[in-house]
T-cell receptor
Framework: NAGVTQTPKFRILKIGQSMTLQCAQD?????MYWYRQDPGMGLKLIYY???????DKGEVPNGYNVSRSTTEDFPLRLELAAPSQTSVYFC????????????FGPGTRLTVT | KQEVTQIPAALSVPEGENLVLNCSFT??????LQWFRQDPGKGLTSLLL?????REQTSGRLNASLDKSSGRSTLYIAASQPGDSATYLC??????????FGKGTTLSVSS
């Protein structure tokens, strides 16, 4: 049971480039989340999904897109990367919403120059 | 809008001390509160989750309390060790989906 996995671990992008951050979980969790963490700050929600085919915006969705075609995978797409998107990105999952614990992946450290 | 505050931002203690980390939140209508540990350059490890109906949770040397009415939670670490050095994050689940995080308390335990 690998839990929540994320690839890549590190990435450097040039301004204007695009990329997809991968996230997968093998716990059969319905809910999945993408957060970003800027230096010295708490995590902020970008997007979340309550099941395959269903996604919704979080607090900071601008510049990102998501899709959820399977229960296991929840990729995050960055279009036209900007320096403001330099951050550490964490994917998380939970069985469902409400009172259930969220489990986090190891993160992807992204630098946009 | 829910805001989560953690005090202090940083704490240095000698090995063996008992210590308390504080977390406060502005809206008491929460599902639960979760404490995490984050090591430098690493992901988040869940330490304790307290449901809104609970007053405290314990795991080993860790004890977390929740006072919803006053919007406060504390994480008590007994007999601290150098291996406890990390950043501790508090997060509340308000809407049943997203966690709202504080900025964390960075703990350094010296031997």
């Amino acid at each position: 049971n690998a839990g929540v996995t994320q690839t890549p671990k590190f990435r450097i992008l040039k301004i204007g480039q695009s990329m997809t951050l991968q996230c997968a979980q093998d716990m059969n969790h319905n809910y999945m989340y993408w957060y970003r963490q800027d230096p010295g700050m708490g995590l902020k929600l970008i997007y979340y999904s309550v099941g395959a085919g269903i996604t919704d915006k979080g607090e900071v969705p601008n510049g990102y897109n998501v899709s959820r075609s399977t229960t296991e995978d929840f990729p995050l797409r960055l279009e036209l990367a900007a320096p403001s998107q330099t951050s550490v990105y964490f994917c998380a999952s939970s069985i469902t919403g409400g009172n259930y614990e969220q489990y986090f992946g190891p993160g992807t450290r992204l630098t946009v120059t | 809008k829910q805001e989560v505050t953690q005090i202090p931002a940083a704490l240095s203690v000698p090995e063996g001390e008992n210590l308390v980390l504080n977390c406060s939140f502005t809206d008491s209508a929460i599902y639960n509160l979760q404490w995490f540990r984050q090591d430098p350059g690493k992901g988040l490890t869940s330490l304790l989750l307290i449901q809104s109906s609970q007053r405290e949770q314990t795991s080993g040397r860790l004890n977390a309390s929740l006072d919803k009415s006053s919007g406060r939670s504390t994480l008590y670490i007994a007999a601290s060790q150098p291996g406890d050095s990390a950043t501790y994050l508090c997060a509340v689940n308000q809407a049943g989906t997203a966690l709202i995080f504080g900025k964390g308390t960075t703990l350094s335990v010296s031997s």
